[in-house]
Nanobody
Framework: QVQLVESGGGLVQAGGSLRLSCAASRRTFSGYHMGWFRQAPGKEREFVAAISWSGRDTYYADSVKARFTISRDNAKNTVYLQMNSLKPEDTAVYYC?????????????????WGQGTQVTVSS
């Protein structure tokens, strides 16, 4: 079992920045690929970014590429999502997720463990 706890959400003006953190409980966190997803009201949960267990490989949704950066610190059992140039359409609940495997998944259904989410609201 892996327990995930997100933090760092809040209210920010358009053009601002936030850094989300996701702390994992498991000692073998380094063996898990990690992903960030988001869900806006009335919409399906969607992929935002993912990072391989080693941190070497990263993947981004087109909508956030060049604005968001995913990173991880395996010594701290934590994955981060740095969000810059935020837009009102980035408003959503952001979730982190964990998955062991050979490749880094980018689909919601492929992840095994989820956090409770953190709200990000971007005002115009």
């Amino acid at each position: 079992q892996v327990q995930l706890v997100e933090s760092g959400g809040g209210l920010v003006q358009a053009g601002g920045s936030l850094r989300l953190s996701c702390a994992a409980s498991r000692r073998t966190f380094s063996g898990y690929h990690m992903g960030w997803f988001r869900q806006a009201p009335g919409k399906e949960r969607e992929f935002v970014a993912a990072i391989s267990w080693s941190g070497r490989d990263t993947y981004y949704a087109d909508s956030v590429k060049a604005r968001f950066t995913i990173s991880r610190d395996n010594a701290k059992n934590t994955v981060y999502l740095q969000m810059n140039s935020l837009k009102p359409e980035d408003t959503a609940v952001y979730y982190c997720a964990a998955k062991r495997g050979l490749r880094v998944p980018v689909e919601v259904a492929e992840y095994d463990y989820w956090g409770q989410g953190t709200q990000v609201t971007v005002s115009s």
